[in-house]
Nanobody
Framework: VQLVESGGGLVQAGGSLRLSCAVT????????MGWFRQAPENEREFVAA????????YYADSVKGRFTISRDNGKNPVYLQMNSLKPEDTAEYYC???????????????WGQGTQVTVSS
């Protein structure tokens, strides 16, 4: 499974960005998808996940109420809308896909190359 991320960039604190992630393969199956992030000198941390249908979502406590993960009924791509961004949200954001959402949450699925998000104070 190949994942293509886009939407990262530089934004001021309090601003918004939207990341997107698309699965590129000839025979697209039903994938749960989500996001991890890694700041310099930190471990990778789970951010958000969504099941294949879009009916269930999961968030890290640090982003609840500010970030929203979405998709249109199992379709490609998946979006991560990030609002009220803080400098501590600065990180490389990675898309993850797996046939089951537990694989996404645990980080054992397929990973994208990452997209950088930088939030200035």
């Amino acid at each position: 499974v190949q994942l293509v991320e886009s939407g990262g960039g530089l934004v001021q604190a309090g601003g918004s960005l939207r990341l997107s992630c698309a699965v590129t393969e000839r025979t697209f199956g039903n994938y749960a998808m989500g996001w991890f992030r890694q700041a310099p000198e930190n471990e990778r941390e789970f951010v958000a996940a969504i099941n294949w249908s879009g009916g269930s979502t999961y968030y890290a406590d640090s982003v609840k109420g500010r970030f929203t993960i979405s998709r249109d009924n199992g379709k490609n791509p998946v979006y991560l809308q990030m609002n009220s961004l803080k400098p501590e949200d600065t990180a490389e954001y990675y898309c993850v896909a797996d046939p089951v959402v537990q694989g996404v949450v645990s980080g054992t699925g397929s990973w994208g190359q990452g997209t950088q998000v930088t939030v200035s104070s």
